[in-house]
């Protein structure tokens, strides 16, 4: 049974207000200094560039001689500069300090320097460019846990953002996770093989392109109350994807991007004629497995945008990244599902001090028609106190902690969920060497999954048809030379049998 | 078997304190002894951050292209952490390849001069002199009360937005098209080789001397 909850929403609402409106610092500044000027910890890039003004003599690029590429093509690294040959130029403009920068955004190298030297005549040099390559091997992804449908699931993900000095990113990956005692259980597994170029032939469009395939089985509950751990109340039917998907990407400016793509998939379901689950009061009710059984296809066309202006995406005290993604499946072009997926996610950083942040975190999307389970909002999506699906697989089934009693152990995948979670980041060290830098986390917020029908055959208003409930989680960010970690308690809570 | 687990959380948690105290000893900003002086209404300070040039550094102002300074001085109340004033100067200085001389400007809160000079040691001279250089008005410092400056030297600056630029790709995501089937809502946590872009080609932290203002005798 389900309660309204009017006070825990505005409470939820109020909490996001006062974090829209909290100060940028919290000291004000001396009268005269201007607030960005302040933080002894930052940089004053901008204000150094809003002070200069052009000095030196007006120069003729002559040439452009680049050095120490070892694997990265030269072609790739000139088609990158912001200048060219025979451009005219004050040798104090932004375009020659930023030629340095723009090579470093590529993400390919270490090291550029780069310097100017007499040409061959009089007001003409010769550009010299010294890269360091670098290691573009990323793992992007590590997935491992345990739970009562799979006993133990390992997989990871990796790339390489400049595939053989291409510029091409090459990557892919694999995981496997055993069955557990469920009926119709099987091994799952998974992959997936992904090519993109982000600049074709140095222009602002790029392309991508990903084949992936799943083995796997997916549970469900048969019986027994919501969130109960017994493998009696559960099945688990086996099915199998194949997909590819591809598009063209274009940078509309050096922090936003948007991308479109086409996918089709082929599924092979082995979903039980008319499901049922017994409920607990002795009731027995049909269940939307969201499947069709045997032979389906998905064929959809997506867009998304993002805009990403966070100085530091490790670990952010500022800064805004949005991102938005629209998918249209639809039987006009051969599928066999009719659908359309709105997802959003905004993220924004305060400064309050130079060691401390105020983080707004929101997240959700809706569903509409019939999507295939695969593409509906799984409850791991929303509740990062649960495991999240690996490459698209389900590893458990986990109870979320249902700290406001509402009933929300019942949705795994629902058509309308997201969450609001208000961070407080401290900033613990900072360091130009191998362990950059450290930030305290403490975060709190709201998370909501529903399927469609809990909010149209409901008896009660919408608000309190929604399953919402709270999120807490507390960790340590740590931006290493050798990547990015996060321990956090919400993270081990997901990896772990809680039943 | 209960006092090993314990025995390694403290020794994970040790290791994460070390990490923690060696990163703070980084940051720490170098003592400097600094000449102060009062003048009219207008408190001036003489020293220099030439410190914030090492031989490369030094090395490349002949590079022919720019070289960007700025300096940005507070003055704190001994003890406190809300400054009382605040000054910013920027210097700038290029090598013209042909001519062989110096260009530097110098922008503080007198003005923007322009110089030419012959040698590197003279464009070093001015780009990191403070010769006194006005950092507040006496008004803000009162009398017998001690204070402290504090300076931040940075040698080409980077703005932020150019860090998000440089930085985009960490949260390109793995490509290969739109985040579906979780990952869309997945957080940013990844191992790669990860060399960090400093905000700035080389950072200086000086703090002075705490001084402070005689009253004087009647």
């Known amino acids: 049974m389900r309660v309204h909850r009017p006070g825990l929403l505005a409470c939820a609402l109020a909490a996001l207000a006062l974090a829209a409106a909290a100060p940028a610092r919290a000291q004000a500044p001396p009268p005269g200094v201007s607030p960005d000027l302040l933080d002894p910890e930052g940089s004053t890039g901008d204000v150094g560039s809003a002070l200069g003004g052009a000095i030196g003599p007006v120069v003729t690029i002559e040439d452009i001689q680049i050095a120490g590429n070892r694997s990265t093509s030269t072609r790739l690294i000139e088609r990158s500069l912001p200048f060219r040959r025979g451009d005219q130029l ?109 600049a074709l032939g140095g222009t602002r469009w790029g392309a991508h392109g990903a084949i992936s395939g799943q083995h796997g089985s997916e549970p469900y509950r048969v019986s027994g109350p919501p969130g109960s751990g017994d493998a009696d109340d559960l099945r688990a039917f086996g099915y199998r994807r194949l997909g590819v998907r591809g598009g063209p990407a274009y940078t509309l400016s050096s922090l936003s991007s948007v991308v479109a793509d086409l996918r089709v998939e082929a599924i092979d379901a082995a979903v039980p004629i008319a499901p049922t689950r017994r409920l607990p009061d002795g009731r027995v009710t049909a269940i939307d497995l969201g499947l069709r059984r045997g032979d389906s296809r998905v064929v959809s066309v997506g867009l998304g945008y993002t805009r990403d202006n966070r100085p530091d ?166 931006d290493t030379e050798i990547g990015v970690f996060e321990f956090a308690l919400a993270n081990a809570l997901g990896r772990v049998p809680r039943w | 078997m209960v006092s090993r687990r314990r025995a390694r959380v403290a020794v994970a948690a040790l290791a994460v304190v070390a990490l923690a105290a060696l990163g703070h000893a980084e940051q720490r900003p170098q003592q400097r002894t600094m000449r102060f002086a009062e003048r009219g209404t207008t408190l001036y300070v003489t020293t220099d951050v030439t410190n914030l040039f090492d031989k490369a550094a030094y090395d490349r102002l002949e590079d022919g292209l720019a070289s960007t300074v700025v300096i940005r001085l507070w003055v704190y109340p001994s003890g406190k952490k809300t400054p009382v004033a605040f000054q910013l100067l920027h ?47 006496v008004g803000a410092i009162p009398y017998d009360k001690h204070f402290e400056l504090a300076i931040v030297a940075e040698l080409n600056p980077v703005s932020a937005e150019t860090m998000a630029e440089v930085r985009r790709w960490l949260s390109d995501g793995a490509g290969g098209g739109l985040d579906r089937g979780g990952s869309f809502f997945g957080s940013f946590v990844s191992v790669f080789v990860n060399l960090k872009v400093p905000d700035a080609d080389r950072v200086l932290r000086l703090v002075s001397q705490p001084f402070y203002r005689k009253r004087p005798k009647r």
């Open chain 1, 90 to 198: 004050r040798v104090s403009d932004p375009r020659l300090a930023r030629a340095r920068w723009k090579l470093l955004a590529l993400g390919y190298f270490r090291e550029v320097d780069l310097a100017l030297r007499r040409g061959t005549r009089h007001g003409q040099v010769i550009v010299t460019v010294v890269v360091a390559e670098r290691g573009t091997v990323a793992l992007n992804r590590l997935w491992f846990g345990t739970s009562a449908v799979a006993p133990w699931w390992l997989g990871a993900d990796v790339g390489d953002r400049n595939f053989l000095g291409s510029g091409l990113a090459l990557g892919g990956g694999a995981a496997y996770a055993s069955a557990g005692a469920i009926v119709g259980a099987r091994p799952q597994w998974a992959g997936e093989l992904r090519l993109s170029a982000p």
């Open chain 1, 313 to 478: 995406p490790s670990l952010p005290h500022q800064g805004t990244r949005v991102e938005v993604v629209g998918e249209l499946g639809t039987s006009l072009l051969g599928g066999s599902y009719d659908f359309a997926v709105l997802l959003g996610r905004y993220d924004r950083f305060w400064p309050l001090t130079h060691k401390s942040a105020l983080g707004l975190r929101l997240a959700g999307g809706t569903v509409i028609g019939d999507a295939p389970r695969f593409d509906r909002i799984h409850v791991g999506d929303v509740d990062r106190m649960l495991a999240p699906r690996v490459m698209g697989m389900t590893t458990a089934l986990t109870a979320p902690l249902d700290l406001l009693g509402t009933d929300n152990a019942d949705t795994v995948y629902g058509e309308v969920g997201g969450s609001v979670t208000v961070e407080y980041v401290y900033q613990w060290w900072r360091r130009p060497h191998r362990i950059y830098g450290g930030d305290l986390f403490v975060a709190a917020g709201v998370w909501t999954l529903a399927t469609t029908d809990e909010l149209r055959l409901r008896d009660r208003d919408a608000f309190a048809a929604l399953p919402v409930d709270l999120m807490v989680d507390v960790g340590l960010r740590i």
């Open chain 2, 91 to 137: 210097r700038e200085v290029v090598y013209d390849l042909w001519g062989e001389i110096y260009e530097v400007a110098v922008t503080g809160p007198s003005g923007r001069r322009l110089y030419r000079v012959k040698y590197k040691a003279e464009a070093l001279k001015l780009v990191t002199g403070l010769d006194q250089v006005a950092i507040a008005e």
